[in-house]
């Protein structure tokens, strides 16, 4: 049972336009979402985070967007840039399990054309 | 870089064997996890220490363990190696085992077996 969902396996996207990734998540125990971003053969790198007492996060071209009664949130990057094509995974936790091991999703590949 | 380090950076071994996996966490971090990503599984993760403690378990197979020795370096070991534990295995740190969450990825090691 998937608890944290990319949908959309690839996006494309040209330069200088919005890209919108998206998740959805099943479990009402997570308090905590994270967006990493991975290029082949290195480890995830940490994108931008939200708590779940906020409903938007931003950071320069970043911003994510949660919205809890509809178990969504959203990773929008502007203006997009071909340094940004890669993997992006959303990423989820739970302060209760008081472990904050991360659930991902399975990942949007994302090619920004130049 | 994250300064989460991890070696060997590949390794390559045959089925039965075992094989020890090393992780270094960022300076301060008190808390390291393991992940697995293989090809259809994307990121599980396996297992968490905190300050030399086993905190929390994930989808680890018996005939893998792990430690967290006093200087928090980490190592996870395998055991009586199969095909389908080929995958590359990542290594994250956090500040503690229950803040915000926010890990950091090492590069990975990519494990072949044959």
């Known amino acids: 049972d998937q608890q944290v969902k990319q949908n959309s396996p690839s996006l494309s996207v040209q330069e200088g336009r919005i890209s919108i990734l998206n998740c959805d998540y099943t479990?009402?125990?997570?308090?905590?979402f994270l967006w990493y971003k991975k290029y082949p053969a290195e480890g995830p790198t940490f994108l931008i985070s939200?708590?779940?007492?906020?409903d938007k996060n931003e950071d320069g071209r970043f911003t994510v967007f949660l919205n809890k009664s509809a178990k969504h949130l959203s990773l929008h990057i502007v203006p997009s840039q071909p340094g940004d094509s890669a993997v992006y995974f959303c990423?989820?936790?739970?302060?209760?399990?008081?472990?904050?091991?991360?659930?991902f999703g399975k990942g949007t590949k994302l090619s920004v054309i130049p | 870089d994250s300064g989460v380090t991890q070696t060997p950076k590949h390794l390559i071994t045959a089925t039965g064997q075992r094989v020890t996996l090393r992780c270094s966490p960022r300076?301060?971090?008190?808390?390291v996890y393991w992940y697995q990503q293989s090809l259809d599984q994307g990121l599980q993760f396996l297992i968490q220490?905190?300050?030399?403690?086993?905190?929390a378990k994930g989808n680890i197979l018996e005939r893998f363990s792990a430690q967290q020795f006093p200087d928090l370096h980490s190592e996870l070991n395998l055991s009586s190696l199969e095909l389908g534990d080929s995958a590359l295995y990542f290594c994250?740190?956090?500040?503690?085992?229950?803040?915000?969450?926010?890990?950091?990825f090492g590069p990975g090691t990519r494990l072949t077996v044959l």
């Open positions: 994250a740190s956090s500040v503690s085992g229950g803040a915000e969450g926010t890990q950091y």
């Open positions: 479990n009402s125990m997570f308090d905590y």
């Open positions: 939200i708590s779940s007492i906020k």
């Open positions: 990423a989820a936790s739970s302060s209760g399990a008081g472990s904050y091991q991360l659930t």
């Open positions: 300076s301060g971090d008190l808390s």
């Open positions: 220490y905190y300050n030399g403690e086993e905190r």
